[in-house]
């Protein structure tokens, strides 16, 4: 099993700041990592996919960057309707998906 | 429109089973891998198993915390695919998702069914 560590847990952002989450993975999983954005009541929403690819309908203040084991996801300029709880995910393991513990944003 | 719906959740007891569906509209199930993905109360994502499109075999894979206790399978006719939950654990309290594969990431996901393992 891959284990994935997001850092930090949790962080309180001022509206416009530029918010960084990090994700290691236990092991190389090349760029087959992706993100996702998680509300109370809703359904998960795919933000990022393959590390750096934007989803469709995804504001572009949203970004994603990194390689191997460390990996990043940016938002550049953060605003109130970013309020949630964001994982990574590894999908190089197709037999055991793992994602991290999640980054409470708050602002 | 694409999208999929889960349902069935509710309270049942610890040793009992209880079987959840998930209803996709806008494709076509069996083309796709379809997961299942669970959240338990105050605790992250955890991915509980997969069947693979019918090109792929239908294979099945399971995480080792439900492996021998839950099984995933899809009725092409309706276009669902569920998830048989037996010998429940109160560690099994969590609120379930189905999403579709679609590429080495979890696309479309429902707003998720409670299944409460309580005494």
């Known amino acids: 099993e891959i284990q994935m560590t997001q850092s930090p847990s949790s962080l309180s952002a001022s509206v416009g700041d530029r918010v960084t989450i990090t994700c290691r993975a236990s092991q190389n999983i090349a760029r087959y990592l992706n993100w996702y954005q998680l509300k109370p009541g809703k359904a998960p929403n795919l933000l990022i996919y393959k590390t750096s690819t934007l989803q469709s309908g995804v504001p572009s203040r949203f970004s994603g960057s990194g390689s191997g084991t460390g990996f990043t996801l940016t938002i550049s300029s953060v605003q109130p309707e970013d309020v949630a709880i964001y994982y990574c995910q590894q999908t190089s393991d197709r037999l055991w998906w793992t994602f991290g513990q999640g980054t409470k944003v708050e602002i | 429109q694409v999208q999929v719906v889960e349902s069935g959740g509710g309270v049942v007891q610890p040793g009992r089973s209880l079987r959840i569906s998930c209803a996709a509209s806008g494709f076509t199930c069996s083309d796709y891998g379809m997961h299942w993905v669970r959240q338990a109360p105050g605790k992250g994502l955890e991915w509980v198993g997969v069947?693979?499109?019918?090109?792929?075999?239908?294979?099945?894979y399971y995480a080792d915390s439900v492996k021998g206790r839950f099984t995933v399978s899809r009725d092409n006719s309706k276009n669902t695919v569920d998830l048989q939950m037996n010998s429940l654990r109160v560690e099994d309290t969590a609120v379930y998702y189905c999403s579709r594969d679609v590429g080495a990431r979890f696309g479309e996901w429902g707003q998720g069914t409670l299944v409460t393992v309580s005494s």
């Open positions: 069947i693979w499109s019918d090109a792929d075999g239908t294979n099945k």
